[in-house]
Nanobody, 126 residues
């Protein structure tokens, strides 16, 4: 069982920045695929970013939704069992609840992830 706890959400003006954190309880955290999803008002949950274990202790693959590419950066600190989402140049359309997800082999669809955090609200005012 993996527990995930997100933090770092809040209210920010358009053009501003936020960094989300997700602390995980997994014993072998370094081998989990970690991802961020978001769900805006009246919308379905959508993929934002993913960081995958490549099999190498030092190299991870990252993937991004086109809508956030160049603005968001996903990273992880295995010593702290934590994954981050650095968000810059935020837009009003980035307003959503952001969820952290973990899985041994997760992809870019929500149903590929077994473990979820409770979510953290990000609101971008225009």
């Amino acid at each position: 069982q993996v527990q995930l706890v997100e933090s770092g959400g809040g209210l920010v003006q358009a053009g501003g920045s936020l960094r989300l954190s997700c602390a995980a309880s997994a014993r072998t955290f370094s081998t989990y695929a970690m991802a961020w999803f978001r769900q805006g008002p009246g919308k379905e949950r959508e993929f934002v970013a993913q960081i995958n274990w490549s099999g190498s202790a030092t190299y991870y693959r990252t993937y991004y939704a086109d809508s956030v590419k160049g603005r968001f950066t996903i990273s992880r600190d295995n010593a702290k069992n934590t994954v981050y989402l650095q968000m810059v140049s935020l837009k009003s359309e980035d307003t959503a609840v952001y969820y952290c997800a973990a899985d041994r082999t997760g992809g870019r669809a929500p149903n590929e992830y077994d473990y979820w955090g409770q979510g953290t609200q990000v609101t971008v005012s225009s």
